[in-house]
């Protein structure tokens, strides 16, 4: 009897150890704070080295971080093509999308799953303050916009004038339609300072991906 208890206490360890193993880790968050100059990032690379800061402050910095942003102009940088390949999973191990074609697709990113770097929920539209506008310059398929319109800040330079494309990242909205819904392509912000970004219900948030 007591070999048999032993037996399935051994099985039971091992199925435990086994779920462990398959958790994945943490691939996607949504940024806790803005660096502090709201859609003025210092570009492309100066919100990847946020992204690396906060995972790295967070237990994951052995991963390289990317920041889920659309570059314009002569040489236009698609979001989609920064972000690796996935599959991307939030701090508690649920994954968000399995590769680029989930992600754009019918994804898990909702209010439950868009984790911040530290496990913790970000607010949506019911919460207060809102802080579901996350900034993307991107369109919903991840590529950039194209034509002379911008949408990012002046490609994440400016904190001042200008506006970006931003996200819900618990994908509600005033209207019941696509775009209200849309986790990366909803509407442009009013401006690119802190103040403007509120304005819409934002904190100059934006997301993270591992990209190995």
């Known amino acids: 009897m007591n070999r048999t208890i ?13 779920a462990h193993a398959q958790q994945q880790p943490m691939g996607f968050f949504v940024t806790s704070a803005n660096p502090g100059k709201g859609a003025d990032l210092g570009g492309l690379a100066g919100a990847d080295a946020h992204c690396q800061s906060l995972a790295r402050a967070a237990g994951a910095g052995n991963r390289t971080w990317r920041a889920y942003l659309s570059a314009g102009g002569a040489s236009p ?13 939030n701090a508690k191990g649920e994954v968000v999308a399995r590769d680029v074609a989930h992600l754009h697709g019918e994804n898990n990113l909702t209010l439950q799953t868009a984790l911040n770097e530290k496990g913790e929920p970000v607010n949506g539209r019911r919460q207060q303050p809102n802080t579901h506008d996350i900034l993307t310059g991107s369109q919903a398929d991840g590529t950039a916009f194209a034509g002379t319109e911008d949408r990012t800040c002046a490609n994440w330079t400016s904190g001042g004038e200008g506006a970006a494309m931003v996200g819900h990242h ?19 912000s009013r401006g690119c300072g ?6 819409t219900g934002g904190a100059g948030l934006f997301y993270c991906f591992a990209a190995d």
Do not use: F, Q, T
């Open 6 to 18: 032993r037996a399935a206490a051994g099985a039971l360890l091992c199925l435990g150890a086994g």
């Open 194 to 199: 802190m103040e403007a970004l509120r304005g």
């Open 170 to 188: 618990d994908r509600e909205g005033l209207r019941d339609d696509a775009p209200s819904k849309s986790w990366n392509a909803s509407h442009p």
């Open 77 to 89: 940088v698609n979001a989609r093509d920064r972000i690796g390949r996935g599959p991307w999973a």
